[in-house]
């Protein structure tokens, strides 16, 4: 039997040489786009475009200037000379904020009452960075305006505090963006080849009609099965270590817990994604069907993994629907071995609900497959 | 080119979309499911999550903040307890996202203006959760100091208002989207990204045809390169524009995001971008010889750029300096562009003109090499 799956194998690899940009995109493509979009994606918002129309110029009004600057969020972009022109840009996307400080500001900020007012336009259209510049914004003015009421108040700066909570990050001290989103993308990375290379395996040889040429052979539909299994198996895992290396290496994404407990069950989850693939494979009747229903399932998955939302937040039926969604799991045993630290007495209700999943699954998937094909 | 020579590629087209009713179900449907996904995803309001407090003030003032910060349904309070240990191991467990740790002089010192002795840990690995407890537990102490000055002028008896305590008058407003919410720009962005669907669909059928050796075919009867490729494009730019009306409709019903500017030309642009993205979509695939081939290289080139390369999520602002030409060299990115224009402020051609002539151009260069390097790959 091992000597006819081998054979099988073999025979799937040689396919693979033939036709190699499916494996080499499997094992690189995903390292390169893990590098993109982790180097697009995972770093701080800086430089974002901002208008200043000063019709105060005065010490206090430069002074707001250069502390919204300093920020390191914004990157001074013009000053306007008049409403219009702020319109303008914030309709064309040129800037996502727009500063006005108005006439009588720096005297009134010096009255001991005084309160001037200062507007700031932002660009809802762009929300991400319209909400950073919120915060930059809010923060600069809060910091000024603390030290102006501390003189008001005849408060001592030395005896204060300040009221500002003081703030700890856990597992991810320097609260790198990084941190977050490349273990994230990692995890989805390896469900989406994993499926990919699963679903196009008996689609493809269908489509090409070289099913039934496998299928008169003298292999059980069982051979078939593990012979198709194993070049996905081995690529996608090569890939998965590839990637984590590629995280590790350039993000300085940390393995704190064990990395053979990640790697075993890393392997673990390959073989669960890989049995929903061998099902897509069999339902499909073209490559392109099985991408179109690879696509479907892993960005269902996608929205369970709490990449885009947390789980926690969704309503009662959604978090119910999350247990059963192995991608849910994966990514909460990933985060918690490379980030946390965790181990087996941490992550055991991940990994059971993961086994007990992967078993249903594999078993149905497997019943379900060798009838089509039989 | 002739017209009838684009009926006869274009015409059979369609019936093998139709017949295959499977797959047509699936191209009509994939691009606007995905779209409804990611935007459920998006509307989920981040409520109730989990926090533990570590007080060690046990004072009438630190139990009032507790109870203050963890009233309504934005943090539920998981555990009190007595050590950092405790905090370490529920952070761990991801059982809470977020601690409040209130230090042994919080009464005093906040009663007497010091400051406001507080830690908060967060979970980093969270930071959606995370980051709204540090939000939510800042307001609330904001709330809790500006009681305590008030108190506090009113023992010193000086002449100065709690107005004037913060001297400056802070008036934000948000255009467009005044409460900021992430799925008002971000599902009209996210219409650039499902409709580069129908362009790997193309790019299949191309090395569909290719893998049969159906392309030798075609090269024989006297209809021309361009033609054939444009034909084969048009059915899939009716699938898309199907999508065009089928995606503001559900933003705007189901997601209640608004549209400000003219529809016709937002379907008008929509066809310009389609014609971008499918014949970028065709470039793939005339030059990969298999399907596996041209799906492989589709992702590498139209999906995962168009995701999170396109301005959508991350500003190109922000992005270092190559990143923002290769962004700016994305159909994607000027699509994005236009949505979102068209649906907050209700721009028009007056504003996006550049952004149309970035995607005409693309399309007639990508359909160009496409065409001349169609034969040679063939030959």
């Known amino acids: 039997m091992f000597k006819r799956i081998w054979s099988l194998a073999a025979k799937e690899f040689l396919h693979l040489l033939h036709d190699w940009w499916m494996p080499s995109f499997m094992l690189f493509g995903g390292v390169i786009e893990l590098l993109a979009v982790g180097w697009a994606t995972s770093r701080p918002m800086t430089n974002l475009p901002l208008m200043v129309l000063d019709q105060d110029r005065s010490a206090a009004s430069r002074a707001i200037v250069t502390a919204l600057e300093n920020t390191g969020t914004f990157a001074f972009e013009a000053q306007a000379s008049n409403m219009a022109t702020i319109q303008d840009a914030l309709d064309r996307s040129k800037v996502n904020a727009a500063v006005i400080i108005p006439p009588g500001f720096d005297s009134k900020l010096a009255s001991p009452t005084g309160r001037p007012s200062l507007a700031v336009l932002l660009n809802g259209a762009e929300s991400t960075p319209a909400t950073a510049a919120l915060r930059a914004v809010t923060g600069a003015v809060r910091e000024m305006g603390q030290r102006i009421a501390l003189r008001r108040l005849g408060l001592d700066a030395d005896e204060f505090a300040g009221f500002d909570a003081s703030l700890r990050v856990w597992f991810n001290e320097a609260l790198n963006e990084a941190f977050y989103t490349t273990p994230a993308e990692l995890g989805l990375m390896l469900e989406f080849t994993t499926l990919l290379f699963a679903a196009l395996s008996f689609s493809r040889e269908r489509e090409l009609g070289t099913l039934e040429q496998l299928l008169v052979m003298p292999f059980s539909s069982l051979e078939i099965i593990i012979g198709k299994s194993i070049p996905t198996i081995l690529v996608a895992f090569s890939d998965f270590v590839l990637m ?19 790697l075993a069950l890393a392997f673990g989850y390959l073989l669960v994604e890989l049995s929903k693939g061998l099902v897509i494979s069999v339902v499909s009747r073209s490559q392109h069907q099985a991408f179109l229903l690879v696509m479907m399932v892993g960005m269902t998955d996608f929205m369970f993994t709490g990449y885009a939302a947390p789980v926690e937040s969704m309503p009662r039926v959604m978090q119910i629907v999350a247990n059963v969604v192995p991608a849910h799991h994966w ?41 089509a094909l039989d | 080119m002739s017209f009838r020579h684009l009926r006869a590629v274009i015409r059979p087209e369609i019936n093998h979309i139709l017949r295959d009713r499977t797959t047509f179900v699936l191209v009509m449907l994939v691009p606007t499911a995905m779209l409804f996904i990611m935007a459920y995803a998006l509307t989920v309001d981040i409520k109730h999550v989990p926090i533990a407090v570590l007080d060690y003030d046990r004072s ?36 809470i996202k977020a601690a409040l740790i209130i230090a042994p002089d919080f009464e005093h010192d906040l009663l007497s203006l010091r400051g406001i002795p507080l830690q908060i840990i967060v979970d980093g690995t969270e930071p959606k959760s995370g980051g709204f407890a540090v939000d939510h537990i800042g307001g609330r102490a904001e709330e809790f100091i500006s009681e305590a000055l008030a108190s506090r002028i009113r023992a010193l008896n000086v002449n100065v208002s709690l107005d004037s305590l913060q001297p400056i008058d802070l008036r934000v407003r948000a255009l467009y989207n005044p409460s900021l919410k992430p799925r008002v720009d971000i599902i009209p962005g996210l219409i650039s990204m499902v409709l580069g669907f129908p362009a790997l669909s193309v790019a299949l059928t191309l090395a569909h045809e290719r893998e049969h050796g159906t392309l030798e075919q075609v090269l024989v009867t006297p209809v021309g390169r361009a033609e054939f490729l444009l034909g084969k494009m048009i059915p ?3 699938v898309g524009l199907a999508n065009v009306i089928i995606m503001p409709a559900i933003a705007r019903v189901t997601f209640h995001i608004p549209f400000n500017g003219s529809f016709p030309l937002f379907f008008l642009l929509s066809a310009v971008f389609l014609f971008a993205i499918l014949s970028m979509g065709m470039l793939v695939g005339v030059f990969m010889p298999t399907q596996p081939a041209a799906l492989a290289l589709s992702f590498l080139v139209i999906f995962f750029p168009g995701f999170f ?33 068209v649906f907050l402020p209700g721009v028009g051609l007056d504003v996006l003109w550049p952004n149309v002539l970035a995607l005409l151009g693309m399309g007639i260069v990508f359909t160009a090499v496409a065409a001349l390097s169609f034969r040679k790959k063939l030959g």
């Open chain 1, 244 to 262: 984590l290396g590629a995280v590790h290496f350039v993000f300085g994404i940390p393995v704190r817990g064990s990395l053979i407990l990640l």
């Open chain 1, 331 to 371: 990514l909460t045993i990933l985060r918690g071995i490379l980030l946390k630290g965790a181990g087996l007495d941490v992550l055991w209700p991940n990994i059971l609900a993961l086994a007990v999943l992967g078993l249903v699954i594999g078993t149905f998937s497997l019943r379900y497959v060798r009838r």
């Open chain 2, 236 to 238: 899939y730019i009716i």
């Open chain 2, 309 to 341: 390369m396109t301005g959508i999520f991350f500003p190109i602002a922000s992005m270092p300096a190559e990143m923002r030409m290769e962004a700016m060299s994305l159909p994607g990115t000027h699509y994005a562009t236009i949505t979102r224009g």
């Open chain 2, 60 to 95: 009438p003032t630190s139990r009032a903040f507790i109870q203050q910060v963890t009233e309504g349904e934005d943090l539920d309070l998981y555990a009190q307890v007595d050590s950092l240990d405790d905090i370490d191991n529920l952070l761990t467990r991801g059982e």
